[in-house]
């Protein structure tokens, strides 16, 4: 009994620290990557993902890279990538210009200098 009190106090003196961030946790940080994919059998459909980055710091470059990262990754998926599937000719310009595009926005409406600086040179 006495060891949850301990813990239970400490606990409680932690959430009350100003310094951590606990509500931030709370809030969530996420972006909208979106584009065009083709469909089979025409015409083209929009898809959305949401990336979601609370679990890495992206004011660090290494926190940057690895939100970019996901956010290629997704890019990659909207814009029509698919296991197994041959991209060749026009389908291979659509399919990067929609990638650009995607992280291009995604990016840019997350209004984080430091990341536009890193996406710009990929």
């Not at 459909?45 to 970019?68: C, E, P």
Request: include cysteine; proline fraction near 3%.
């Amino acid at each position: 009994m006495k060891r949850f009190s301990i813990a239970a106090a400490a606990l409680t003196a932690a959430l009350s620290v100003p310094a951590l961030s606990v509500p931030a946790l709370a809030e969530g940080h996420s972006v909208l990557v979106s584009g065009l994919a083709p469909m089979h059998a025409g015409g083209y459909q929009l898809k959305t993902i949401k990336v979601t980055y609370d679990d890495i710091d992206a004011t660090t470059a290494h926190g940057a890279k690895a939100l970019l990262d996901r956010i290629a990754a997704a890019a990659r998926i909207v814009c029509g990538e698919r296991s197994g599937f041959l991209m060749n000719g026009e389908r291979a310009k659509e399919f990067a210009a929609c990638r650009a595009r995607a992280t291009a926005q995604a990016v840019e409406s997350l209004g984080m200098p430091d990341l536009a600086k890193i996406a710009a040179t990929r």
